[in-house]
């Protein structure tokens, strides 16, 4: 996009000095997982907390961490102890609310663009969330991509240094941290 002309014709002569990265879990309410393990919990956008309709998840991370922390602070023992409490008041909470009422947001894409606007709308601006159906994701991610021998490969143009930027210049600029033991 940055080389597009009209794009181009505002960005040079500029200096890049930060970069973009994010990774955004879109599973929404059909994808949360167990929410507790012997020892700890997932809470905000490790579980996936995002409400895809409207791409905002903050405030859902927020709450899940404020729900954790709520919860450990009520327990006795913590040492070891598995605190399900916390996975029923998430699923007891307004986190929950929000992710039932768009489940079904990004199922319409499935059926390509124009039907999952069209869905989308409906289920957001209509529906609100209360349709009486569900479309569950019956495919895992895995079935749904292709084998790379199955693909043509994409030759993208070689960076300049100036507009575009190579893959590591662009990770250090994120500001994201990769950390290994």
């Not at 905002?56 to 327990?75: D, P, Q, R, V, W």
């Not at 349709?131 to 991610?141: G, L, N």
Request: aromatic share 8%; proline share 4%; hydrophobic share 35%.
């Amino acid at each position: 996009m940055k080389t597009h002309p009209e794009f181009k014709k505002v960005l040079q002569g500029g200096t890049c000095i930060s970069y973009g990265a994010r990774v955004l879990n879109e599973g929404g309410y059909h994808a949360i997982p167990k929410l507790t393990f012997p020892g700890g919990m997932l809470a905000g956008c490790s579980a996936g907390f995002l409400n895809v309709a409207k791409i905002k998840g903050s405030h859902n991370a927020m709450k899940t961490g404020m729900l954790a922390a709520e919860t450990i602070f009520k327990s006795e023992t913590l040492e070891g102890a598995e605190l399900v409490g916390y996975e029923k008041e998430v699923r007891s909470s307004w986190v929950a609310e929000e992710l039932k009422s768009s489940r079904n947001f990004k199922s319409g894409f499935e059926k390509g663009l124009w039907a999952g606007l069209i869905h989308g709308g409906l289920t957001t601006f209509i529906t609100k969330g209360k349709e009486p159906w569900t479309f569950a994701h019956r495919k895992r991610d895995a079935d749904a991509t292709l084998p790379k021998s199955q693909c043509k490969p994409i030759d993208y143009p070689k960076h300049d240094g100036v507009l575009t930027f190579d893959l590591l210049t662009n990770l250090q600029r994120s500001g994201t941290n990769h950390e290994h033991d």
